[in-house]
């Protein structure tokens, strides 16, 4: 049934702030994050959904979306259709002109959990925290500098590489010392911190926000933490992976003195080993987090570029399907099949080839 003349000449609009991902794979499907950042609500649309709500501005008819919906879809929305539509809006509160939508309580209690495992919120104001440090790097932000440090780092990380013998022998010499130990250990969660930190900074650069900073900790781990908001809702996949990759690189940037120190110091010079230590040590901590594996960031990185969401449990489940039931995996999109299928046995060997990595390592220290 056509809907009603009256009802296709309105013109609704979304609430200002409401957010829209870009479309992300999920499982066999293809689906559109909505979320309201006053409440904090979220939930998944289809494709032709999405259409529909992405046009609601306000300065759109009905009429007008319906016949361009009509022309992408070939067929026409009638009454019904609207009607459970704009009804799913209005009931979430993301129609301008609607019900004000309830704010999402303020932050919560300063400290969560337990004494063996629980969280320290830091700073009462994440975002304006994270702003006005973004303001004092922003100079460091521009392209040209990242890239030039980019290129730094590779460079740095290459000649570390072709050192990986001196700097292995330099952490065996360091462990039957505990105060040097103690002192990289120190300048490890040092970077740890900065890594946290990198995020946040990132996604104020590109327009995301920062909902927390505080200490998480399991004992006797005890670590930062930088909750960052609405990031995925960027438009710009290189956005996305900027905040993604943030801290890794910040991790890499953290060494670049101290690797300058390093090369400064003569052969057996006792400053020196200590440092060569602590450069293979933060190497390894900012490239381990770069492998593809939740929660490592390596995994956001690649579920980002991909364009996929909770990429690890969907393989996972469409692998399973395909050995109870190969017709209905058969079901699954190409681009699904092939994802799923190259991230199952791609992660499966990734785990092999690094647990058999670690037990050379394990073999040629003892």
Same mark, same amino acid.
Request: hydrophobic share 55%; glycine share 8%; charged share 10%.
């Given at each position: 049934m056509t809907a009603p003349p009256e009802m296709l000449g309105h013109r609704p609009a979304l609430r200002a702030g409401v957010l829209l991902s870009p479309p992300l794979l999920n499982g066999a499907a293809v689906v559109h994050l909505v979320k309201d950042p006053v409440s904090g609500a979220a939930f998944e649309i289809g494709p032709k959904e999405y259409f529909l709500v992405s046009r609601l501005d306000g300065s759109r008819s009905l009429a007008e979306i319906g016949e361009a919906y009509g022309r992408a879809f070939g067929r026409r929305l009638g009454e019904r259709n609207w009607q459970q539509l704009l009804g799913l809006l209005g009931t979430r509160r993301l129609l301008a002109g609607g019900p004000a939508p309830q704010a999402q309580a303020g932050p919560g209690p300063q400290r969560t959990g337990t004494l063996l495992r629980g969280t320290l919120r830091l700073v009462a104001d994440a975002d304006a925290t994270t702003a006005r440090l973004h303001r004092v @790097? $922003?100079?460091? =932000? #521009?392209? &040209?500098? !990242?890239? *030039?440090?980019? @290129?730094?780092?590779?460079?740095?990380?290459?000649?570390?590489?072709?050192?990986? *013998?001196?700097? %292995?022998?330099?952490?065996?010499?360091?462990? *039957? $010392?505990?105060?040097? =130990?103690?002192?990289?250990?120190?300048? =490890?969660?040092? %970077? /740890?911190?900065?890594?946290?930190?990198a995020h946040g900074i990132a996604a104020r650069h590109v327009g995301g926000t920062v909902g927390e900073i505080g200490l998480r900790w399991r004992l006797p781990m005890v670590i930062m933490y930088c909750r960052v908001d609405n990031y995925r809702y960027l438009p710009r996949r290189r956005d996305q992976l900027a905040v993604a990759g943030a801290g890794a690189f910040a991790n890499l940037l953290f060494l670049l003195p101290f690797c300058a120190w390093w090369a400064a110091l003569p052969a057996g010079d006792p400053t020196r080993r200590v440092l060569g230590a602590l450069l293979l040590l933060g190497s390894a901590q900012a490239l381990v987090n770069l492998v593809p594996l939740?929660?490592?960031?390596?995994? /956001?990185?690649?579920?980002?570029? !991909? #364009?996929? /969401? $909770?990429?690890?449990? &969907?393989? %996972? &489940?469409? =692998? $399973? !399907?395909r050995m109870r039931d190969k017709a209905a995996a058969a079901a699954y999109p190409v681009r699904a099949r092939r994802l799923y299928l190259g991230y199952g046995i791609g992660s499966a060997v990734l785990v092999l080839l690094l647990a058999a990595g670690l037990a050379a390592a394990v073999v040629l220290t003892v």
């Open positions: @790097l $922003r100079p460091v =932000l #521009r392209p &040209a500098v !990242l890239g *030039g440090l980019l @290129l730094v780092l590779l460079a740095m990380e290459g000649w570390l590489a072709a050192s990986a *013998g001196i700097l %292995s022998g330099d952490l065996w010499w360091l462990l *039957g $010392r505990p105060a040097p =130990l103690l002192a990289v250990a120190s300048l =490890l969660w040092l %970077s /740890t911190a900065l890594h946290e930190f939740p929660p490592l960031d390596g995994y /956001t990185l690649l579920g980002h570029a !991909l #364009r996929v /969401t $909770r990429l690890a449990p &969907a393989s %996972s &489940a469409y =692998l $399973r !399907l």
